[in-house]
């Protein structure tokens, strides 16, 4: 390098890049999305410079869930702006790429440039991309891994039987393709009845703390099952931003994601 070139122009001349974190699980339904968004929410709540990436092709849901549903991102030319949405989380959807509630049904070449479309963005001063991985192990995932490079990821089950093992799956996907597991969450763990108050376990309990520690990962925290989530969530209002337990417990998974 010429030793006159300033060095304040050679700091904004190197781009950084954003470290990423995966958001999987075995299969669709348990809660990825919904831990993915309140992440985000819960970082940015905590001052973190966090955004987020939907890689969802199957099901993309962060444009209703950060509140945003319809906005077309900014771009110039190829390369998009992301949209700032709930919580302040700049994001990018793949729903944002596809004609509103057409099927994406896109090959996995196809999918993959979508994929690098939404991660190479503008992500200005974004350090940490929590990214809502499609559920279960296939194209995007791996082309995520492999171009990608994500620094770890959290793996999120139901505490019944089956939906671990899919989890355990999806473990095993990250570890052989050495990306760290940052530890797994358990989502809709306890249900509170509204009207009784009376605590009961339609999917078990327990059951991903336990699988955690025979797999020897982190147990990042449990989510309870609570209307109030789905309400919330449905409304583009997301939990995390609340004040309420279900909010705290977002906000302590948030802080064993590292920082
Ligand atoms: P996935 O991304 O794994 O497919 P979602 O995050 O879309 O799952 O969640 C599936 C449905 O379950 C959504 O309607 C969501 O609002 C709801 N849901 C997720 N977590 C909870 C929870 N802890 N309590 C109540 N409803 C939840």
Known sequence: VAP???LRLLQTAERIVPKLIAVASGKGGVGKSTLSANLAVAMRRAGRAAGLVDADIYGPSQ????????????AEGKKMYPTPGAGGVPFLSMGQLAAPG??????GPMAGQALSQLV???????REIVVDMPPGTGDIQLSMIQKHKPVGAVIVSTPQDLALMDAT?????FNQAQVPIIGLV???AGYICPH?????DPFGRGGAEAAAA???????????LDISVRLASDAGEPPALGDGPVAGAFADIAKRVGN
Do not use: Y
Not at 120 to 126: E, F, K, M, P, Q
Not at 196 to 200: D, L, T
Not at 214 to 224: K, S, T, V, Y
């Open 4 to 6: 006159d070139v300033p």
């Open 63 to 74: 444009t209703r869930l950060l509140g945003l549903e319809g906005v077309k991102p900014e």
């Open 102 to 107: 057409q099927p994406i049904a896109w090959r």
């Open 120 to 126: 190479d963005a503008h992500w200005g001063d974004v």
């Open 169 to 173: 799956r999806a473990i095993g996907f």
């Open 186 to 188: 358990e989502n809709m």
């Open 196 to 200: 009784c108050g009376e605590v009961s």
């Open 214 to 224: 025979e797999l020897g990962i982190p147990f990042l925290g449990r989510i309870p």
